[in-house]
Structures are given as C-alpha cells and as structure tokens.
C-alpha cells in the first residue's frame, strides 16, 4: 500500500477538521482536544460540532456534521458511545471518509459494548469510513500541526513514530517526553482497534519519510501473522521497537478490560519479535529512549564502546553494565591513549573508561577528548556521562552569594552550544554514535537541553545510556542479518 | 560497637571543622566545599587553613591547623596527594581526631600513590587519626546542617543512609534526588576506604535511629566476612539495598583506577547479599527508589498488590510487571467490588486493576477509592498510577487563553494537600504501603510534590512503582526469614 493510499496518511492530514463532542465546557475530553489542535496552530478548518451551542470555543458550532457548508476530510468523535452510531451515519450522509473515536464503552466494558463496536465497524463499512478507536486518546501530527490529543505537544517535530494501544502512552506523556527532549514524527492512540490496527500503524510509519524508527506499545494483535510479515519488512531499513504486555495473568486481565485484547504468553511475543526484527523493550522508558536513540543516532557497526566522564562510579557502572548487555569495553589502541596522556589531570583514568575525575574543563569532554576516541579504529560508539555547567555554577553562586565575585552563568550557558553542535557533527562525520545520561536534568541543566536540541540522547541515569546502545547494536545486528538473507 | 564511639558519629557530627585547602577561588574544590557548608547553615565553628590568604570566604583563616586557637574535631583536606603527610601531622600536633580526605591520587593512580596511601595510614595509627577516603566526596549530615560536599542539598533531613564507593553517587545526585523527594539521613563518600571502610558505616548507619533504610553502592570489600556478618545482623531489623558493580570484565579494571579496588565475580556477590539479607539493586536509580520506599512506607504483609489509575495502558503494564516481579494483583472481594462499583464512572474497570478511564475527579483516587481497598484483607499494598492535577490544568489554561474562563490553578493546588495527608495516614492506619508514579515531575506538579512532602514514593513510570513494591516484598521476605532463624 503506498503512503498517500493509506488512511492514515489522510487522518493525519487533514484539510479539515469536525470536533463532534467539543463544547465550552474547558474540562471535557472533546472540548480539550479542540483546545489543544486550535493551540498548536493547526492551519486547518476547525468545525464544531454541537446539539445546542451557537459557537463552540469561539468558532461557528454546527448542530450536526451534516450541516457544515464544507467539505470535511476528519471526524473527531468524543460523545458517549450510544451515540457513536448515529454520528457515524451523519458523517457517512456528509461523505466524510475519516475518523478518529475517542469516546470508550465499548468492547472493553463487555458483551453490550461489544455489539455497539460491531455496529460501528458495521456502518464504517457500509459508508465507506475508515476510522481509529474506539477508546483512543486521539494522534499526533507534528509536521501538519495536528494534534488532537487532550495534552500539549511543545516539542519541535520530530523523527520517532509511535503506535500505542494506550492512549496514554501517547498523550500523558507528551510533557515527560517533552523534558527528555523527545519529539514524534507521528503518534497514534489506536485503542480497541476496531479498524485501523497494529499492522496499519507499521505500514503506514514504515514507509512514512519523517519517522527514523517505530516504537509500538502493544497488548494484544489483531493479525499477527501480518504483523510478523510486515514488521519483518519494515525492520530490514527501520528500527522497530516494541513493548508487549499482558504476558501474564494480571497483565491479560488488565488489558482485557482495557481494549477488550486477547493476549498470548509474553514468550510467544518474544519469539515473534525476534523472528521480525523487532527489538523488544522492557519498560515503557526503554520504548521511548531506545526508540528515539535509534532514530537519531548512526547505527553502531559493532559493540566495542568507549566511555568518558569525570566520575568513577558512572565510569565503573556504565562498564560493568555494558559487559552485562552484551557490549565490548576495549582498550584504546597506543596512539589514542599517547594522544588521551598530555591532555588530562595527573589523577585521571585513561583506559578506557576515561575518568578525568574532578575537572573543571568542561571542553575536554564535549570537544577536545571526543574526536580522539572516535577516531580510534577499535571503538564503534561512545557513551559520556555527567556533562554539567550551569545547573553547578548556579549551585555554586546561590551557595556563595556575596562571598565570591559574579560566575556569568549565562554567558557560560552560552560557550556549550559550539562544542555540542561539534559533538553532533562528529556522530556523522564518524559515523559513530554517542549517547550521554546526567544526574541533571533539562529544566536546570543548559548542556542536557543543548544536547536534546542536537538530538544526543541524554538519560538520567548511566546504565540507561548503555542499554539504549546495546539496544542500537542489536539493531545493527538484525539489519545485518537480514541483508545476509535477502 | 556503639554509635556514639563510632568515629563516624563524631566525623558527622562535629562542633567545629577546619577546611584545609580551601581558597577564595570558587571554582576549586575544597572552597566549594567550604561554602556549601556555610550556605547549609552549619551552627559549629569553621577554619579555613591557608598557605597565605588571611582570610577565606570571609573567614579568618590560618596558616596550619597548628595555629587555631580553639579545639578542631574534623578536618577537611583537600590538597595535592604529597601534601596530605604533612596535613596529619599536623592533625596530629594539633590533636585532631578525625578526618574527611578529598584529595585523589593514591592508591587509585598506582604504585607511587599506593605508597602514600600506606604512609597516611601509618600517620593515622600513630597520631590516633580516624578518617575517611583518601580520594572521597565528602559527607552529609542534614540533621546536624553539615554538608561537606561540593553540590548543595535543599531537601528536609531524611531516613535513608547511604555509604557509597563512588563520591558522584552521594554529591552529583542531590539536585537529581531533591527533584524525586529523596532525603538523607546521613551520607558518607568513603572513597579509597583505606581507614573507614563499608564495615564502619553500615554499623554506624545500622545502629542510627535517623536512619531507616540503608543503600550501599560497592565496587570491592576490604573485610567481605566481616561486612556479611553485620549485614546479617542489621538486615533483621533494617532494610538493606546494594549496587555491587565491579563484577564484570570491564566493570572490575574501571573499579581499580576508581578507588583501588579488588573485585569479584557478581555471582560471589550476588550469593553473600542473600545470605546477609541485602536486596539487590541492578542501577543507581533502583538503589534510591527502592530504599527510599523502605525508608517510608511500612513493609507489606505479603505480595498481594491492588492497583488504582485512570490509564489502562499504565493499569496493564503495572499488573504485568507484578507477575514478572513475583507480585500478585489479585481479585477484590466482594465486599470491596461492591462498594467501588457505584464510585466510579460506567466505563471503569473494578476488576482489579482499578482503572477509572477518563476520570475528572481526583478525590476518587486520591481520597474516596484507596481507604476502601486498603481495607480489603485481601491486598496487602497499593500501587497508583496517574494522579496529577496542577500540570494538566496549567496546559489547559494555557492552551484556552482567552477562550474559557479563569482556571484557579493555585486553588486546585491547595486543594490536594489535604486528601494526600490522609492517604499518608491510611498507610499507618492499615499498615500497608502505598507507591506512586506519575509521568509528570515534581517541579510541575503539586500533586507529586506533594507526595513527596508526606514521603509517599512517586516515580517516572509504572514499572518503578512495581519494582520497588517487589523489592519491599523481599524485605518483608528477609526479616521474617530471619526471625524464624533466631
């Protein structure tokens, strides 16, 4: 199926716009959706769609989509699921041949609900509507300033697609990610999938150009053997990365009530992921970090990584770490480490890991170390921990107060931006690439935001750093793998 | 040994420190160290020792450590390695008992600083100096407003005790704790080790009554059957979690040019923390989480876990990740059924997971919901995920403007403290834990914050929650071992 054909590629966007369920009322699920697309600038044409209300949130309400003089190329359905039908006969009377149904209350609650989804899948195909939902939390189209989720998204766009039965895998989210300076090329929250589905989602975000990797949150398939044949193809020049949950009896009974899923044993998902080149994540943090490394960082040839930092125990734990998951720590070879000497304090550590100890030359390990490391024929990747300027110097000037001169700590803020964009530039110009973890986090720390705006994965933890690499070799391993079989 | 002649409690406790080697430099360390003492609000004495400057900071300093007038109970060195010799003679001379040695460049940088490693614990037998490090961070007492470190600590005092080999893990993480409501007990960076060892700390913070739950990060052992046999005694009445990192290829030759240290496979260490009734952590953040929530919360009964969300995405991971922990999510009775079913909106799950889908009233999860499952003698915990109240209704606001009206945000905000308060009491009152996490930080979020301040865990995703829960199961585990052993 070409991208242009897939429904989703008309869903995410759209022309136009009918928020069925939007009123003026600021804490209702429909109301909030029309907010936030309104507030993300969507260039599109916004119809409100209400029984009663002359205008909705400012703009012309219509009483029913059937009644909008316009063409409408997306319906929004936030009404209470009784209803469903009903507006799905009014869009399919409109010609409206798209929609997102965010409204719940159906196969998740049981046997009622059920013939009520029956019904909907039943009219959709009848009016020729291909739809998202029930029971979604609505998508994301950064590139198209689409957003018709309940949450802002502030992020720049970005280049990691995500396709998630939880709707709040999607949208809670958004403020989380944004900190982690994590942006979505596209985001689907597909709910019960009562149409579009898993398969759809891979499909569409395996041939779509913005999206460099696919992250999947998944509790049950509709179609698993195209799954597995799709995922298969899409893995071969994409990383995919999936969490599967609802392995267990608890997880099965929760995901039951959740979106009505049928689940299997999390080893059979494992074995399928396996076969389809899909990386399999643990936790829903390893879904976003893994996945948004993957999308931004060059893949590693092979697993000898090199690590630098001013802290022993980082050092010491990002290495043991790195043995535990399967990557290699080598010694640099002579003429990095004659190269490394002359540049570092007396106290410091220089095989690898580098461990400057306490330094208070923050270029060595953004620009002057870097390139040397990178350049060494032995090491495929390189992970730095602790890069820190602002967030101390403003520790350190509150601490002082008037008992030191001034520390411009703007002006420092400032001097990392060179050195970062170098740091970037490196990744390509060696095709290697670095992943950092800090103990400070973006809304103190001017480097982690710099890092983010690079788009270097910065964690807040060591061994995240190095299990987001390990996750980048397995990849490198499964494209290689497959390209040996075809 | 008892607390009071435990030379860590006169180390963490002093009535007067001199700082020997700080500077009016900002940038250099034992300044730094000296002023986030002062800035802490120290009420002992402090002495600057200097070379030359008549005064440091602002204080009137003097040329050694021989020429202060009053007593001195600790020094604080930070100087060049060769100088350290003469400081403790000086000590020595001056009748200083105690000791914090910063300085780096001994044991850890090979065979000359070996050398002067032994040569300053020579000096210490001979001048009855205790002391801790060389090659350390330094070390907090909250309680007493010492903080010997470089980085500030803003939290209230705490009841986790951490004794760690890496300086990082205890300083370059405050801003990272503080952020995450993890407060100190007490806190020591023992570096080289090679007077003060694991040993004298975990008898210290085992006999402590400020402290409660006890972390240890470990690269190597001085005394391994020593500290198993105080661990088996501590871990009967206090909680013991431990990082060991060291014990792979790479991990082991960072951990010697880290602090010297002699490592063992992870599978040594693995066996002796069972034996010793250690909970293992596998990352830094476990060893904060996890302790942190055996310093607060009480120690379930069993491992029958009840969970309570708006978000069946998070509801499904959580009961996935209770299987995989060894955690059961097991049905409600009937009498608890019964009385959730007519709370909560049609479209809920009661089952448990309870998830309320999309939910606009946050007394049901906060207040009205927890009492009556706490109260169900089938549930011995309770893990929530989702509250947030004050982030959501900001980006509303912000996304209306001028299209709604006034959102009372600082209202609202107030509103929660009062239902978090009793939450926080439920846990006393049935004597079963509650864990949080919530995709939105403190510094956002009043809810989170709020936990927080009545010491309620709240963590960055869902299977945090669950791990922590597991690892106060196994406490619960190891303690009733143990009394059934004695």
């Not at 039908?85 to 209350?105: L, N, Q």
């Not at 989602?201 to 049950?220: K, M, Q, V």
């Not at 040397?372 to 403003?394: K, Q, R, Y």
């Not at 995240?464 to 075809?486: H, L």
Request: aromatic share 6%; proline share 7%.
């Amino acid at each position: 199926m070409n991208k242009k054909t897939n429904p989703l590629h008309h869903m995410l966007n759209p022309d136009s716009v009918a928020f069925v369920g939007a009123n003026n009322q600021p804490t209702t699920m429909g109301t909030v959706q029309m907010l936030q697309t309104l507030n993300f600038g969507y260039k599109g044409r916004v119809y409100p769609v209400h029984p009663k209300e002359k205008s909705v949130l400012g703009i012309r309400a219509y009483s029913s989509v059937r009644d909008i003089p316009n063409p409408v190329d997306l319906a929004v359905i936030t009404v209470p699921a009784r209803a469903v039908p009903d507006i799905f006969r009014d869009c399919g009377a409109k010609g409206i041949h798209y929609a997102v149904v965010t409204s719940g209350g159906f196969r998740e609650v049981g046997e009622q609900g059920r013939k009520l989804e029956m019904q909907i899948v039943e009219l959709a195909h009848r009016y020729g509507i291909r739809f998202i939902g029930p029971n979604c939390l609505g998508i994301l189209n950064p590139h198209h300033r689409l957003n018709l989720t309940m949450f802002s998204y502030k992020q720049p766009p970005g280049n990691m697609g995500l396709a998630s039965q939880s709707g709040t895998y999607v949208t809670q989210v958004l403020k989380y990610l944004e900190k982690r300076g994590v942006g979505y090329s596209r985001a689907l929250s597909i709910g019960n999938k009562a149409d579009i589905d898993l398969v759809d989602c891979l499909e569409y975000l395996g041939e779509d150009d913005r999206t460099r990797a696919i992250a999947l949150y998944i509790e049950g398939l509709k179609r698993p053997r195209l799954f597995l044949e799709t995922a298969r193809k899409v893995s071969r020049t994409k990383p995919l990365v999936a969490l599967y949950v609802g392995g267990t009896e608890a997880g099965s009974r929760s995901s039951a009530s959740h979106t009505g899923a049928v689940c299997a044993p999390a080893k059979l998902y494992s074995d399928m992921f396996r076969q389809a080149g899909i990386i399999e994540a643990r936790t829903i943090e390893d879904l976003y970090q893994w996945t948004w490394a993957l999308a931004n960082q060059p893949i590693p040839h092979s697993n000898r990584i090199a690590v630098l930092t001013h802290s022993g125990g980082p050092a010491t734990s990002i290495a043991d770490a790195c043995n535990k998951n399967g990557l290699q720590v080598p010694r640099f070879s002579t003429k990095t480490l004659d190269a490394i000497k002359p540049l570092v304090p007396p106290t410091a550590s220089i095989e690898n890991p580098v461990d400057l100890t306490f330094s208070t030359e923050p270029p060595l390990m953004t620009k002057i170390l870097p390139p040397i490391i990178l350049e060494d024929p032995n090491i495929d990747a390189l992970i730095i921990h602790g890069l820190m300027v602002t967030s101390w110097m403003s520790d350190i000037k509150e601490a002082a107060g008037d008992l030191i001169g001034d520390i411009p700590i703007e002006q420092i803020g400032q001097m990392v931006k060179g050195p970062i964009k170098e740091l970037s530039g490196l990744t390509r110009k060696y095709d290697k690439p670095i992943i950092c973890s800090s103990f400070v986090d973006s809304d103190i720390e001017v480097i982690v935001r710099t890092l983010h705006q690079f788009r270097i994965p910065a964690y807040d933890g060591p061994e995240k750093a190095v299990t987001a690499m390990s996750a980048m070799v397995r990849y490198s391993d499964i494209r290689e793998g497959s390209s040996n079989q075809t």
